[in-house]
């Protein structure tokens, strides 16, 4: 499969630098085959039993509104790196220079937003561009984290400003089929963010949940997407511990919210069946080392664009 990561981390042994935290990994078959294995020979105690995995469905709102209320904005980073990994957001990272040319608004949409750790940091760079107008649009599935969004100061001080920059967010539940976007992104967005999402949502509803994220864009607009890859050091920990997994590659965490992993072609259906087509699709694998601990942690993500055709109409 293609790998999607940078060259230039330094190779484990001797000559490795210290400063690099991670180096770049790629999985062999046979690799891929052990893993399998163990997540096989695990299953059974590892399986929940199915009036369990229902109420875990059924409660899925209130563990995540449990999470954020818990952890607030201190759980995850900011994701400073997007630009570096998305091109379509160098629009927004990279100030523009002073032009007497109009320019017309870009629309930013971000479905399962959280707390903005990836969309506030746009915000507070688009502020400080000049000769585009923006438009951000965050969602999430848990009100809390839209609550907590709302009152982050970088949200506060986007909202005030009259200089071409716009804010808002509002609750969305990507899962249902009669829930279609908010009107504020129906059809209308440049560059719609799915980023570590999809993958808190039951496999039986992805479908509906891709679907759905796809009206967001306007014909010719762009998904950019990453999440979680199979056989990631969270799901072989998950895997190899009791009453864990809900489904097939699909997990509950400790706090009640739970977690899908992905391959490349579930990925590549989902939208793909959604209309979308492909631009990029492929894994970032990466080891982490401990070396107090002497100890490897192997990550694995998916990360992928997508195009909406222009001769899709709007709908």
């Not at 935290?21 to 046979?30: G, L, Q």
């Not at 399962?112 to 599935?141: K, M, W, Y």
């Not at 984290?145 to 967010?169: C, F, P, W």
């Not at 490349?264 to 793909?272: A, N, T």
Request: charged share 25%; aromatic share 10%; glycine share 6%.
């Amino acid at each position: 499969p293609y790998r999607i990561d940078s060259p230039t981390a330094a190779v484990i042994g001797k000559e490795e630098t210290s400063f690099q935290p991670w180096v770049a990994d790629e999985w062999t078959t046979a690799e891929k085959k052990d893993a399998e294995a163990i997540l096989q020979e695990n299953k059974e105690q590892c399986a929940v039993s199915s009036e369990q995995a229902i109420l875990y469905e059924q409660n899925a709102s209130r563990h995540w509104d449990s999470f954020y209320s818990v952890n607030r904005n201190k759980f995850f980073k900011d994701r400073h790196y997007l630009n570096k990994v998305f091109p379509e957001l160098n629009r927004v990272m990279l100030p523009m220079p002073d032009i007497d040319v109009v320019q017309s608004l870009f629309v930013v949409a971000e479905v399962g937003c959280g707390v903005g750790n990836a969309i506030l940091p746009l915000v507070e760079t688009a502020a400080a561009s000049r000769g585009q107008p923006f438009h951000f649009v965050a969602t999430d599935f848990s009100p809390v984290a839209i609550e907590l969004l709302q009152n982050d100061d970088r949200y506060r001080n986007a909202t005030k400003m009259n200089h071409g920059l716009s804010v808002e967010s509002t609750v969305w539940d990507i899962t249902r089929d009669d829930s279609p976007p908010p009107s504020c992104i129906q059809g209308v967005a440049d560059v719609t963010l799915v980023l570590f999402c999809l993958s808190a949502t039951n496999p039986e509803r992805m479908k509906q949940a891709a679907q759905n994220i796809s009206k967001t864009l306007k014909g010719g607009g762009t998904l950019l997407f990453r999440d979680y890859g199979r056989y990631d050091a969270a799901q072989m920990k998950l895997g190899n511990s009791r009453k864990k997994q809900v489904g097939e590659n699909f997990y509950v965490k400790h706090d009640g919210t739970r977690c899908y992993y992905f391959e490349e072609d579930d990925v590549k259906k989902l939208f793909g069946d959604a209309g979308l087509e492909t631009i990029e699709l492929g894994y970032v694998q990466r080891k982490y080392i401990n070396r107090r601990e002497t100890s490897v942690r192997r990550r694995v993500w998916v990360q992928a664009r997508f195009r909406k055709p222009l001769e899709i109409e709007k709908p």
